[in-house]
């Protein structure tokens, strides 16, 4: 099956997130890293702050 460019735009919902609020969805594992895609550079940086966070206290 072949997907064009509107079914994808169907599919995704872009919305604006506190920074803070971004971290807790990622910490409580509600959002994943992996669901994210073209993010700007804050949302970049706090993903992988989180991620990277998060590692260290499950590796501790």
Do not use: F, Y
């Amino acid at each position: 099956m072949l997907i064009n460019q509107t079914n994808i735009d169907q599919n995704l919902a872009q919305v604006a997130l506190p920074t803070n609020v971004l971290e807790k969805l990622i910490s409580l594992g509600i959002v994943h890293g992996n669901e994210c895609r073209c993010l700007n550079k804050v949302a970049k940086k706090v993903i992988w702050q989180t991620l990277l966070n998060n590692s260290a206290h499950i590796a501790s």
